[in-house]
């Protein structure tokens, strides 16, 4: 009986390869092994700034908040710390959309935030 042979699947798996290497440059894109290393690296790379981009949207929410919260003179911990005590429960991201397209409103939050803080009692 003759020996299986693993050629179909071999050509299979590298074919793969090569094809989710198209768009490289030079070697990268035409041989096997080159483009192996390279997908692999694209593939962690992408998995890595998938996370990244997460932590990159709240830094930007949390910036274009404190922007807006600058001419209101409050800081952005305080607002926070407020928005929370007054029992709103919005996100970063709906309320730096608010202060961006919607500077009246997000006022009105600031203000309902300032509120809340003026009713808490001291620590005396």
């Not at 050629?7 to 192996?36: I, M, V």
């Not at 500077?103 to 005396?124: G, Y």
């Amino acid at each position: 009986m003759a020996r299986a042979s693993s050629g179909p699947q071999t050509r299979r798996r590298r074919n793969k390869c090569l094809s989710q290497a198209k768009g490289f440059r030079g070697a990268r894109r035409n041989l096997y092994r080159p483009a192996r290393l390279q997908v692999m690296h694209g593939l962690i790379s992408a998995y890595r700034e998938r996370k990244r981009k997460k932590r990159t949207y709240r830094a930007l929410w949390i910036t274009r908040i404190s922007a807006a919260l600058e001419p209101l003179d409050m800081s952005y911990s305080r607002f926070i710390y407020g928005m929370r005590k007054a029992g709103f429960d919005l996100d970063r991201s709906v309320v730096s959309e608010m202060a961006v397209t919607a500077p009246e409103d997000f006022a009105r939050l600031v203000e309902a935030a300032n509120a809340a803080l003026a009713v808490e009692p001291s620590a005396s």
